[in-house]
């Protein structure tokens, strides 16, 4: 019954700006990693950027210094906020975070995914 999803998508112009967010909810004990991907027509999924435990981050060279992660543990949410945007950032954003559930099992889950769509 754990489920994330994500929220925030939509049509903006190049050079607009757009933010994400990605609610965890169900029987959740723990989370640690959380990171954003995304995929593009005809392209491999991509991780865009990961935030861990410690609040440490990671960022792909595509996006750094133009989206910035961040995550709200009190209500296991996600967040990226996303500025300067390009035509390329154009895909479907996926949220995923490492979780375990009350019953003691962990593993990864999958967000149903957003449309985000840079264009004039």
């Known amino acids: 019954q754990v489920r994330v999803v994500e929220s925030g998508g939509g049509l903006v112009q190049p050079g607009g700006s757009l933010a994400l967010a990605c609610l965890g909810s169900g029987g959740i004990f723990q989370v640690y990693a959380m990171g954003w991907y995304r995929q593009a027509p005809g392209k491999r999924r991509e991780l865009v950027a990961a935030i861990f435990s410690n609040d440490s981050t990671n960022y792909a060279d595509s996006v750094r210094d133009r989206f910035a992660i961040s995550r709200d543990n009190a209500n296991n949410a996600v967040f990226l906020q996303m500025t300067s945007l390009k035509p390329d950032d154009t895909a479907v954003y996926y949220c995923?975070?490492?979780?375990?559930?009350?019953?003691?099992?962990?593993?990864?889950?999958w967000g149903q995914g957003t449309q985000v769509t840079v264009s004039s």
């Open positions: 995923n975070a490492d979780i375990r559930n009350v019953a003691g099992r962990r593993r990864e889950y």
